[in-house]
């Protein structure tokens, strides 16, 4: 059996078993996520078409892997305007394997696994359990700092206007800002290891930040 199913805004036609990527889906790796827009279905010749969705129809799918597709570039010139722009994007995706089609209002069998909790223990085995685990929380919060901390250290003095790079917005000079990147010398020196950082952790492409550190260079040696 098959269905066609749309997700995203696109279409997909799977079957059970099947690994699909879709647009992100909010779900952790292991849960069991429903799809409800099903355009038709069929086994064989026999297919049924519905209008737009058939009536009572649900596809399930586990979800394998959250991640990113690759960089798509978007370029804009100008003619004779000096102007040009440069944007890019990564699509976050969601890697999902067909679990079921399921048809005429029928209840899924497969659920995602939920985890039982863990009994306290009662009277002075509760309370020494709790001081056992207060210092755990340390390290958490210390792990919250470091995820918080900027990727560079900013540098002491006044920041340049970095709007004035080709490609950089009010928005970009705001986010890189908040990162550390606040003069033309800082993105001029920026290394090829500090652009696949920035790359992997902001919403710029390598190219872009390359694009901006030759710009910058030019901009510091002034």
């Known amino acids: ?18 690994l699909l990527k879709i647009e992100k889906v909010e779900a952790n ?3 069991i996520v ?13 297919v049924t078409f519905g209008a737009p969705f058939v009536d009572g129809a649900l596809v399930t799918a586990e979800v394998v892997e959250q991640g990113k597709n690759r960089t798509v570039i978007a370029f804009k010139k100008r003619r004779r305007q000096n102007s040009r722009r440069k944007i890019g994007h990564r699509q976050l995706l969601t890697t999902v394997r067909i679990s079921e089609i399921l048809l005429g209002g029928a209840k899924p069998t497969k659920t995602a696994a939920v985890k039982a909790p863990k009994k306290e223990a009662k009277g002075e085995a509760a309370t020494e359990a709790k001081a056992e685990a207060a210092p755990k929380k340390e390290p958490k919060a210390k792990a919250a700092e470091t995820a918080a901390a900027p990727l560079f250290k900013a540098p002491k003095g006044e920041p340049d206007d ?6 950089i917005g009010p928005v970009a000079a705001k986010d890189l800002a908040e990162q550390g990147i606040i003069t033309f010398a800082q993105l001029a ?32 040696a002034k």
Do not use: C
Not at 1 to 18: E, H, L, P, S, W
Not at 34 to 46: K, P, R, S, T
Not at 199 to 220: C, G, N, T, V, Y
């Open 29 to 31: 790796v292991g849960d």
């Open 189 to 220: 020196k920026l290394s090829d290891k500090d652009v696949a950082k920035i790359d992997e952790h902001m919403p710029f492409s390598a190219d872009q930040i390359k694009d901006w550190r030759e710009q910058a260079k030019e901009l510091a």
């Open 162 to 167: 970095l709007t004035v790079i080709k490609g």
């Open 34 to 46: 429903e799809i409800g827009h099903v355009l038709a279905h069929g086994e064989g010749e026999n």
């Open 1 to 18: 059996m098959f269905a066609v199913i749309k997700t995203g805004g696109k279409q997909y036609r799977v079957a059970a078993n099947d």
